[in-house]
């Protein structure tokens, strides 16, 4: 087959922890009011632009789950193969899962939070068993399948490099093959897991990623040739005020 090949990327709507200005991480959130509403919205704009999709691919959490079977019902495929990895998690924030960011940026200072959650390979603190969060995590029934099917080790803690290291050989080894074959591909997930591939896909130096943030609830295309070169980066639906906000509000460290 040839010509060029489409893939969708979304980031799932708030969830009720990003609505709170809390680092969430593999913690199982939901999504709250607003989060529904901006799957909807995401929805809405794939419909209007007549995508449709053979396979779609996401993580283990609750919060993409429920945006892309919003997206899948609102676009008149509530059937469609969904393939559900736990390399396509958050990061995991280890012990700063659960904290307020605006709270630790008066502890540490704004830089040092900004440091955490943007920096390409600067990780956040160990989450140990004392961790308030760790049995919710540790126990939740997917995490519990996979470490009986998988022998790799899940991390207890990431910084976007070593969520880059299980990111991209799924995009590689999984998701690639799909799309050489003429699949359509939606991919709904998470913003590190997005920026890895964005990165990845884009060249992004490590300094550069840095300032790169990915909206919850807008839609992104990626278009690629027979070989899987970037022909068209990262072209995001919608109204382009709506995006700014959206990025904006992604980028910063919020209130209490």
Same mark, same amino acid.
């Given at each position: 087959?040839?010509?060029?090949?489409?893939? +969708?990327?979304?980031?799932?709507?708030?969830?009720?922890?990003?609505?709170?200005? +809390?680092?969430?991480?593999?913690?199982?959130?939901?999504?709250?009011?607003?989060?529904?509403?901006?799957?909807?919205?995401?929805?809405?704009?794939?419909?209007?632009? !007549?995508?449709?999709?053979? $396979?779609?691919?996401?993580?283990?959490? /609750?919060?993409?789950?429920?945006?892309?079977?919003?997206?899948?019902?609102?676009?008149?495929? &509530? !059937?469609?193969?969904?393939?559900?990895?736990?390399?396509?998690?958050?990061?995991?924030?280890?012990?700063?899962?659960?904290?307020? *960011?605006?709270?630790?940026?008066?502890?540490?200072?704004?830089?040092?939070?900004?440091?955490?959650?943007?920096?390409?390979?600067?990780? &956040?603190? +160990?989450?140990? $068993?004392?961790?308030?969060?760790?049995?919710?995590?540790?126990?939740?029934?997917?995490?519990?399948?996979?470490?009986? /099917?998988?022998?790799? $080790?899940? &991390?207890s803690t990431e910084s976007l490099k070593e969520t880059m290291e299980r990111v991209i050989p799924y995009w590689d080894n999984f998701i690639v093959p799909h799309i050489k074959r003429g699949q359509r591909v939606l991919i709904v997930a998470h913003g590190t897991v997005l920026r890895s591939l964005i990165k990845y896909l884009d060249g992004v130096s490590d300094n550069?990623?840095?300032?790169?943030?990915? &909206?919850?609830?807008?839609?992104? +295309?990626?278009?690629?040739?027979?070989?899987?070169?970037?022909?068209?980066?990262?072209?995001?639906?919608?109204? *382009?005020?709506?995006?700014?906000?959206?990025?904006?509000?992604?980028?910063?460290?919020?209130?209490?």
């Amino acid at each position: 087959m040839t010509g060029r090949r489409i893939v +969708v990327m979304a980031r799932h709507g708030e969830s009720e922890w990003s609505k709170n200005n +809390v680092f969430c991480g593999w913690y199982d959130s939901l999504l709250s009011d607003r989060g529904m509403n901006e799957a909807l919205e995401c929805a809405e704009l794939l419909k209007q632009s !007549n995508y449709t999709f053979d $396979k779609a691919y996401t993580s283990l959490l /609750t919060r993409a789950h429920q945006t892309l079977k919003i997206i899948t019902e609102h676009i008149g495929q &509530p !059937n469609l193969p969904v393939e559900e990895s736990w390399r396509l998690n958050e990061r995991h924030y280890g012990a700063l899962t659960g904290c307020n *960011k605006a709270e630790l940026a008066e502890e540490y200072g704004e830089s040092q939070v900004q440091i955490w959650r943007r920096s390409f390979d600067v990780l &956040p603190p +160990v989450m140990d $068993k004392s961790h308030a969060y760790y049995m919710s995590i540790w126990c939740h029934p997917k995490i519990v399948a996979h470490s009986y /099917t998988s022998s790799e $080790k899940f &991390p207890s803690t990431e910084s976007l490099k070593e969520t880059m290291e299980r990111v991209i050989p799924y995009w590689d080894n999984f998701i690639v093959p799909h799309i050489k074959r003429g699949q359509r591909v939606l991919i709904v997930a998470h913003g590190t897991v997005l920026r890895s591939l964005i990165k990845y896909l884009d060249g992004v130096s490590d300094n550069d990623i840095c300032s790169i943030n990915i &909206p919850s609830g807008i839609p992104f +295309v990626y278009e690629f040739d027979d070989d899987m070169n970037v022909v068209s980066s990262k072209k995001f639906l919608g109204d *382009k005020k709506r995006i700014e906000e959206g990025i904006a509000r992604a980028a910063s460290i919020g209130s209490h």
